[in-house]
């Protein structure tokens, strides 16, 4: 089975402070993506990753980057919590389409972010 | 632009009855579509997904979707719904040939009630 893991299921922190969320992957996929989750809004994409070293901005970066050292691990991180980043945030991974076949993403259990 | 709609926010079905949980895509091209589940304080579950082929694509947890082309619809259904399937859930498409560029929609809160 696939298994995306997220590194906190609860966190709560303070306006202003430095914020990791690290995500780890053990399929070896290529893709990997950090979303937010917020009522009525869906999922809406952060960044996203193809391989290491590399990311892409998705729909909503500002206040937001990320790392990508290695290729099983994703982090995100938030340079200057506040407080309208308190939400749901999801990392998911794939692999690329082959032809044809198009992939689901595999989602880790979330991380829910208080900043106050 | 490019997008999936769920048209309910809410969807309430007593125990037994069918369900259906409704989405419409607006896409350029070939739509690969998905449906997720969520269930409280987890992650989204991958379902089933329609690429190409029958138009009638069977999922986890016995439910089922339709791709209707004319309709550019991917409703999901289930003909027995139970307690346990109140979640939320999401349709998704896939924008691209990389896999790099879902769109999700805003969910739909199904209940199940006994």
């Known amino acids: 089975d696939v298994k995306v893991t997220q590194s906190s299921r609860y966190l709560v922190k303070r306006t202003g402070e430095k914020v990791f969320l690290e995500c780890v992957q053990d399929?070896?996929?290529?893709?990997m993506f950090w979303y937010r989750q917020d009522p009525g809004l869906g999922l809406r994409l952060i960044y996203f990753?193809?391989?290491?070293?590399?990311?892409e901005k998705g729909d909503i970066p500002e206040g937001y980057s990320v790392s990508r050292e290695k290729k099983e691990r994703f982090s995100l991180i938030l340079e200057s919590a506040s407080t309208n980043q308190t939400s749901m945030y999801l990392c998911?991974?794939?692999?690329?389409?082959?032809?044809?076949?198009?992939?689901?993403?595999?989602f880790g259990p979330g991380t829910r972010l208080t900043v106050l | 632009a490019q997008s999936v709609a769920q048209p309910e926010d809410q969807v309430n079905v007593a125990e037994g009855n069918p369900l259906t949980v409704k989405c419409t895509y607006s896409?350029?091209?070939?739509?690969?579509l998905f449906w997720y589940v969520q269930y409280p304080n987890r992650g989204l579950q991958f379902l089933l997904k329609?690429?190409?082929?029958?138009?009638l694509v069977k999922g986890s947890y016995g439910v089922e979707a339709e791709f209707n082309k004319s309709q550019t619809s991917f409703h999901l259904k289930k003909p027995s719904a139970l307690v346990s399937d109140s979640a939320l859930y999401f349709c998704?498409?896939?924008?691209?040939?990389?896999?790099?560029?879902?769109?999700f929609g805003p969910g739909t809160r199904l209940s199940v009630l006994p």
């Open positions: 998911a991974s794939s692999s690329p389409a082959s032809g044809s076949f198009h992939n689901e993403q595999f």
């Open positions: 399929m070896d996929h290529e893709n």
């Open positions: 990753s193809y391989d290491v070293k590399m990311k």
């Open positions: 896409v350029s091209g070939n739509p690969y």
């Open positions: 329609y690429i190409t082929g029958d138009n």
């Open positions: 998704a498409v896939d924008l691209d040939n990389y896999g790099q560029n879902f769109v």
